[in-house]
């Protein structure tokens, strides 16, 4: 139906809603669970730092954190960001290198220096047990840790607040019988406190990129639709796995260019705006088809003759009236279609 698919496309455009696959649009009205990377998209993703501890407590505070800042001045990740802007004394980084998932690692001022994930440390048998850190875990935050020629030196802990409108958009998302999920890179306390503030039903966490789009295949294998909801670089696998892609504008390029659809608001609301419009188009389909055949079902008949023995008979002249009576209505009913703001 041509009128219903370009009412509904400047509808889309008009809502910030950039519709790159129209058969991933259309289909999204049978959605049964949405996936949400949570960093820049459940979350602003704009990190700072909130607190420093000493592991041991044997140097000055400002050493560690000036360390982690001139290695994470390097690399371009929200919480490697956030490090690099707590210190302004920053130092040259010789053979600076990224540990995939883990955190980074370079050579300061003669010093091997380290910022990585707890997973790092549990790879490496480091041992980082000290009773401030799951308080601060417990509180949403993210810890990452230094380490200094091969020794634990420091923790900095990290807050990311989450978005306003998230919570709203997994509300009406139930609403609508639709399941939601988030995927992170991040620890299980983390996760949880993310999933408890904005009402998940399910989570996965400590989930390296490249097994991102292996949970989403995990969920798919349960029979259901699914659609993935990201920003950056690492979801672009998972993005191209999931039955509808939904990207975040302000995200990277790379899961701009996979997704079928584009947020340009990066508003996790207009994650159920897709889900409405493409449901809205298909009843408006279904109507127009059924005027559409209405037309062909009662007219064909008639101008050939079917009830010519009543005395019943289309002239041409009727039967063009009908046919252009047919055409406005599919019309009008096609610019008849809204979306709910």
């Keep these: 139906?041509?009128?219903?698919?370009?009412?509904?496309?400047a509808l889309a455009a008009s809502h910030g809603l950039l519709i790159r696959n129209r058969g991933a649009f259309e289909g999204a009205r049978k959605l049964q669970a949405v996936i949400f990377d949570k960093t820049g998209t459940?979350?602003?993703?704009?990190?700072?730092v909130t607190d420093t501890l000493l592991l041991p407590q044997d140097i000055d505070e400002e050493t560690p954190r000036k360390y982690a800042a001139s290695v994470d001045a390097n690399s371009e990740h929200p919480i490697a960001?956030?490090?690099?802007?707590?210190?302004?004394?920053?130092?040259?980084?010789?053979?600076?290198?990224?540990?995939?998932?883990?955190?980074?690692?370079g050579k300061v001022d003669g010093r091997e220096v380290k910022v990585v994930s707890p997973g790092y440390l549990r790879e490496q048998h480091i041992d980082h047990a000290d009773k401030r850190i799951e308080p601060l875990q417990a509180q949403g935050k993210t810890v990452v840790f230094i380490l200094i020629d091969g020794q634990l030196k420091g923790a900095i802990a990290l807050a990311d607040s989450v978005r306003p409108e998230a919570k709203q958009a997994i509300?009406?998302?139930?609403a609508l019988n639709i399941r939601c999920m988030?995927?992170?890179?991040?620890?299980q306390a983390t996760a949880k406190w993310v999933s408890d503030q904005v009402g998940l039903d399910e989570y996965f966490a400590e989930v390296l990129p490249q097994d991102k789009a292996a949970k989403v295949k995990e969920v798919q294998a349960r029979g259901?639709?699914?659609?993935?909801?990201?920003?950056?670089?690492?979801?672009?696998?998972a993005l191209a796995q999931a039955d509808v892609d939904i990207a975040i504008g302000a995200g990277s390029d790379v899961a701009v260019e996979t997704a079928d659809i584009v947020l340009v608001r990066s508003n996790p609301q207009d994650v159920v705006a897709i889900v409405e419009l493409s449901r809205a188009t298909y009843r408006k389909m279904i109507q127009n088809l059924f005027w559409a055949t209405?037309?062909?079902?009662?007219?064909?008949?008639?101008?050939?003759?079917?009830?010519?023995?009543?005395g019943v008979v289309l002239s041409p002249a009727l039967g063009a009236a009908l046919m252009a009576a047919s055409t406005v209505i599919v019309a009008v009913n096609a610019r008849l279609l809204r979306l709910k703001k």
Excluded at 42 to 48: D, I, K, Q, S, Y
Excluded at 182 to 187: A, E, I, K, Q, S
Excluded at 224 to 237: F, K, R, S
């Design 1 to 9: 139906m041509p009128p219903v698919v370009a009412v509904s496309t």
């Design 182 to 187: 988030m995927l992170t890179g991040d620890n």
């Design 171 to 174: 509300e009406a998302l139930k």
């Design 81 to 105: 960001t956030a490090i690099a802007a707590s210190s302004d004394a920053k130092l040259a980084v010789l053979n600076f290198k990224s540990i995939p998932s883990k955190g980074a690692e």
């Design 42 to 48: 459940l979350t602003e993703g704009r990190f700072g």
């Design 294 to 310: 209405g037309y062909n079902v009662v007219a064909i008949p008639l101008a050939a003759g079917a009830l010519y023995a009543w």
């Design 224 to 237: 259901v639709l699914v659609a993935m909801t990201g920003d950056g670089v690492n979801d672009a696998p």
